[in-house]
């Protein structure tokens, strides 16, 4: 079983070196002494490629095993190798499954889950995702042993120098193992399991601290897998935040508006005031022309019409005209076709006319 952080640490490798595996296939020559342990990440190559492994007899075979659900170096519809049941392991070579080691005997590096599990296992194992051991036993300096040593007495460290990339280059990244209980460390100067440190000690590696995050400023600080919560103080703040920004965007507008409406509003009564006087006015000449026309002559009403008509045009273009241009074009067209059809005068063609003439001038 591999520590999280470690198979993440392989797939930045893997991402940036291009070897995985050797290239000879199944049936082609190989040589076991070539197997090994890539430098820095640790994975295991051999001169076979992906889907096969070299024999002791020195050519490439079908894999007989895998470790992963969805290995690499297999199309989506190829046959895959079993993975192996329970009490058995499937080795790096991926050759075949095989039982369990008894303590004492040699496993391969990190490969916990090679070794059989110590009587008292539900105590000793590890259930978290830290990976420290597998069901109890831990695989140290290629030896299987139980991580069963208590408070104060001497363990057994491993420290493995993995190559970690970053922006900036590479850089070691040291992982330390030991065979301590739960809650302890081995500590790598005085070999002793050690209890692990709470949130706030200082530490000088991960392994030390119970969060298993010993932070630059060399304190314990929590987890970097623990959620973050927020106390309740935070979510009244920023709800009052909420809805106070929602209620004042609305309350504002509201008094932005208003002071908009205010202003059409007075520009539509000085409208009708103005209108409402000319409309006096017209009513007015027609009164003088009306009397002026029918004294000396009573069949002249057509012409009179039409005098009306040029004169009332002339009329509204020296006094009206200055008034309309100030008026917003869209409100004042709109009212005057308001005006017009509410006039149920004699002068309703007259306006109509007046209005078309505007129109077109302008
Ligand atoms: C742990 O070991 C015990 C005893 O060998 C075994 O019964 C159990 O299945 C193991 N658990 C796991 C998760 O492998
Ligand atoms: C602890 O584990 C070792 C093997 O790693 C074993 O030899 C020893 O007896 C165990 N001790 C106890 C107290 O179980």
Known sequence: MYLLPTTLLCFLLLSSTTVKAGTQTEGQSCDVNNNRLQIGTYQFWSDCDSQTYCTARGTCAKRGCRQDDFPFGYAPDDELPRKCPRG????????????????????????????EAPPNFPELADDSDRGINFNGSVCLKNICMWANVTEGDT????NTFYIAYSADGEFPDI?????????????????????????????????????????????????????????????????????????GTLVGLFFWHSKQRDADREKRVQYWREQNAFHQNLMQMRETARASIISPNQNGISSARSTIYSR??????????????????????????????????????????QTTDRKNRF
Do not use: H
Not at 96 to 105: F, N, Y
Not at 155 to 158: K, N, Q, R
Not at 222 to 235: E, F, K, M, N
């Open 155 to 158: 363990c057994i460290v491993e």
């Open 88 to 115: 058995e392991f499937c080795p790096d070579e991926m050759s075949e499954c095989q039982v369990l080691l008894p303590v004492g005997s040699e496993c391969q590096l990190n490969r916990d889950d090679q070794c």
């Open 312 to 353: 009332d045009g002339a009329l509204s273009d020296e006094s009206q005209a200055p008034i309309m241009q100030n008026a917003a074009p869209k409100a004042s067209s709109g009212l005057r076709n308001y005006l017009t059809e509410d006039n149920s005068s004699d002068y309703e063609d007259g306006m109509m006319m």
């Open 175 to 247: 992982r330390s193992r030991g065979n301590c209980r739960l809650g302890l460390y081995c500590d790598g100067t005085s070999l002793k399991c050690l209890k692990e440190k709470a949130t706030g000690d200082s530490c000088t590696a991960d392994k030390e601290c119970a969060s298993w995050n010993c932070e630059p400023s060399g304190k314990c600080g929590i987890g970097a897998d623990v959620p973050r919560r927020l106390a309740i103080w935070v979510y009244i703040v920023v709800g009052i935040c909420i809805f106070g920004g929602m209620f």
